[in-house]
């Protein structure tokens, strides 16, 4: 899997270079409608290298939520967002990149993540631990919720899960030292991974952020669950990911 791995890195540094030349850090869009012709524009250049690169590795399908719906069906997928943060691209904000996970029966198998502010190369095998630009990554060593930093993302979604949401929050405020909601998903989980946050959830997950980034959390020591406490997949309602002393605590407080 080495030589998939390798491949994987090369086409997230070119499909993230393409990206970086439409750039701008002072871009403000002035409405939604400008928001998606950029955000568009940039996600089409990015998965056609993503694409061109990754096409010739066989048995392995490509995943389109608008084709095939949110759920991944069992076998082999390319599971790829082109400009994951396309919404911070657009506003002249560093947190973005390409994410490529490769997904196996429902299981994140191998994952790159590459954001170009910072030349940032992520990277986690299953059961081979989870590497920025080489380093190991290993989460927080944290055992007690009032001193964790929890991060959630929540965007995009429905009234009732706003509601479960708004309540949750609420709930794991009152517990932990601080609680922020940020977007895209796989930048928390990037952040967990290499100790700097500690618990991350989210209602119906952004698969492609949640894949990747999931597992580079569980290769760098966290337990990556669902809100109920079972096993978490990619085609899993909710995802919980901790630290090993803190996923319980923070599990009682959200379930």
């Known amino acids: 899997m080495t030589d998939v791995l390798n491949t994987m890195v090369q086409a997230a540094s070119e499909a993230a270079q393409a990206l970086l030349a439409l750039y701008d850090p002072a871009s403000r869009p002035p409405d939604r409608e400008a928001m998606y012709a950029l955000g568009t524009k940039l996600e089409a250049t990015s998965t056609s290298v993503v694409r061109s690169a990754l096409d010739g590795v066989d048995g392995v399908g490509w995943w389109d939520e608008d084709e095939s719906g949110r759920e991944v069906p069992p076998g082999r997928w390319w599971v790829v967002d082109g400009a994951e943060g396309a919404v911070n691209h657009v506003h002249g904000l560093p947190e973005w990149g390409v994410t490529i996970t490769l997904v196996t029966d429902g299981q994140p198998e191998l994952a790159v993540i590459h954001q170009p502010i910072g030349d940032l190369?992520?990277?986690?095998?299953?059961?081979?631990?989870?590497?920025?630009?080489?380093?190991?990554?290993?989460?927080s060593a944290k055992t007690d919720l009032s001193a964790a930093a929890v991060t959630a993302s929540q965007a995009g979604s429905s009234p009732e899960v706003y509601e479960r949401f708004a309540g949750a929050?609420?709930?794991?405020?009152?517990?932990?030292?601080?609680?922020?909601?940020?977007?895209?998903?796989?930048?928390?989980?990037?952040?967990?991974?290499?100790?700097?946050?500690?618990?991350?959830?989210?209602?119906?997950?952004?698969?492609?952020?949640?894949?990747?980034?999931?597992?580079?959390?569980?290769?760098?020591?966290?337990?990556?669950?669902?809100?109920?406490?079972?096993?978490?997949?990619?085609?899993?309602?909710?995802?919980?990911?901790?630290?090993?002393?803190?996923?319980?605590?923070?599990?009682?407080?959200?379930?």
């Open 121 to 139: 190369t992520y990277t986690a095998s299953r059961g081979q631990g989870a590497y920025l630009n080489g380093s190991p990554l290993h989460v």
């Open 169 to 255: 929050f609420a709930a794991m405020a009152s517990k932990a030292l601080l609680v922020r909601n940020t977007i895209p998903t796989v930048f928390p989980l990037l952040g967990l991974a290499a100790g700097q946050y500690d618990v991350f959830w989210q209602y119906q997950p952004d698969l492609p952020g949640a894949a990747s980034g999931s597992l580079l959390a569980l290769e760098a020591g966290a337990v990556v669950s669902d809100l109920s406490g079972g096993a978490w997949d990619v085609n899993s309602a909710d995802i919980l990911v901790a630290a090993p002393g803190l996923h319980a605590a923070a599990l009682e407080v959200l379930a």
